[in-house]
């Protein structure tokens, strides 16, 4: 009788709102993501700090995720699905308010990682609640909302907050932020329901233990690489102490008989492969967040909010295509999506690594906006087939591990593109004559842009082998 209570109470959950409600909450969380971006230059400027030190602001925010997602599916365990929508959106309105009224430097970090915190109890409860209360064959189309926002959010950030400087001060990023996640919150209260049933399993200290270190670990050491280099001390002992926590982790986690994240999930071929393209896009995604705005900026010396705006289309398509490959997945499944995605990106990756500073605007935003179509191709029909395969009391940890790996991903993948860009801008700029000449600055970003872009096209041929392999789950 335990076992079918799910099954009967599936039948009373009322869907829309629920969906909503994850909805609003994820995409402000997502938003703010990628919000504070654009501010960054005016940020040193008024806090009298280094660009490293600033870089925090995003190192601290993806850190925190690193460490608390991979607990998230023994938090779901322990907590009901109201209490951490609550929780979630208590943690992020408290790290906004705190965030628009930072009177320093450290008291907007710390509102940072607060806001982290309500985005990583978030994201991985948000995946497993529609696991459970939708049925398979609609999951591609929710899933495909979901892409909508998880990609559209963090694409629009940089644009509007671009346009809130041009006339208000870096604290209205957050004030606008602020009615949104107070509506979610109320919408939430009255509308959330209780999806899981509590199992409230031992905890395993040491498991948190490693976790913390091996994920969190990995993430400082890879986002430290793109401002002290791979040769820095701090990066290669973090990096090395997270990857040996991590393996200590995992042997332990095998040995348990309630494991903090349950690696046989891994057994799954169809996951496996789920989580390793989604792995490779998200670099690919990162990566190129990190580089047409640095390219747009200094290659092509446009101004913040048009640099923003070149990007906006790319990432309004590649939110309206998610719903739309959603349907297409629950139809025809992930072959006829994934296959063609990696194709698509191939050529799209291939071509920017040809841009020069002659190249006009209007090609840039094409060819962003073809790459990102690519990219709603891949990412959620991947992600939802790989997820399709696991047993329902595997769900909590394949979304936990499905949602690690996509921090982890956007670490490696933004700091390695760093690394390629400023070793080929330094190896341009011993050859030139006048290293103070704007053109030749441009020139020699514009040739480490290009090298970058090479990193991704390497990473989306993997992809398309894998693909090969994809089957309907």
Known sequence: MIENAPQQEKQVFKTTPILISFLIAGFIGLFSETALNMALGDLIRIFDISPPSVQWLTTGYL?????????????????????LFIASLLFSIAGTIIAALAPSFTVLLLSRIIQAIGTGLLLPLMFNTILLIFPVHKRGATMGLMGLVIMFAPAIGPTISGLVLENLTWHWIFWVCLPFLVFALFFGIKFMQNVTTLTKPKIDILSILLSTIGFGGIVYGFSSAGENGWGSGVVIVTTVVGIIALILFSVRQFKLENPLIDLRVLKFPMFTLGLLSVFITFMVIMSTMILLPLYLQTGLAL???????????????????????GRIFDKYGPRGLVTPGFVIMIIMLWMLSNITVDTSITMVIIMHSILFVGVSMVMMPAQTNGLNQLPRNLYP????????????????????????????QNAYLKNATDLLDPETVSASLTAGVQDAFIFGFVLAIIGLIMSLFIKKA
């Open 397 to 424: 940890d394949g979304t936990a591990l499905m949602n690690t790996l996509q921090q982890v991903s956007g670490a490696i993948g933004t700091a390695v593109a760093i690394t390629i860009m400023s070793t080929s």
């Open 303 to 325: 101004a913040a909010v048009t640099a923003g705006l070149v990007l906006l289309p790319g990432g309004v398509l590649n939110g309206f295509m998610s719903p739309l490959t």
């Open 63 to 83: 850190l925190t995720l690193g460490i608390l997602v991979p607990v998230s599916g023994f938090i779901m365990q322990w907590f009901t699905t109201r209490q």
